[in-house]
């Protein structure tokens, strides 16, 4: 008996290993400043949206739909990723004149 199988018990499955494919088109990405975000009971739905400058239409450039368990595993990884960047490049500040920022509910 290896010392990682527990007493008793049997042994951890072997770490999964995923490949992600990433075609060209959206490798390239796209640019987004606004985001809005609907939820219902079993499905969160999150619309990346670009606002061009002195304009008032922002245009969907991605939609992202989600189990609620996915969207908590979404929020705490960029909850993550912002530590880890904060930690490296200094805090994001953030306008609290009142403002909510871009993000439409």
């Keep these: 008996m290896s010392d990682e199988t527990p007493p008793g018990g049997n ?12 075609d060209e088109n959206m490798a390239l990405g796209e640019y987004v400043n606004m985001a809005r975000i609907f939820h219902n009971q079993t499905e ?15 245009k969907v450039v991605s939609r992202l739909i989600l189990s609620p368990i996915h969207a908590k595993f979404l929020f705490r990884a960029l909850g993550q990723n912002l530590q880890l960047y904060e930690q490296k490049f200094g805090e994001i500040k953030l306008n609290t004149g009142g403002d909510q920022g871009p993000i439409l509910h």
């Design 11 to 22: 042994p951890p499955p072997p770490a999964l290993k995923i490949h992600v494919q990433l």
């Design 44 to 58: 969160f739905v999150l619309d990346a949206m670009f606002l061009p400058p002195q304009t008032t239409t922002a």
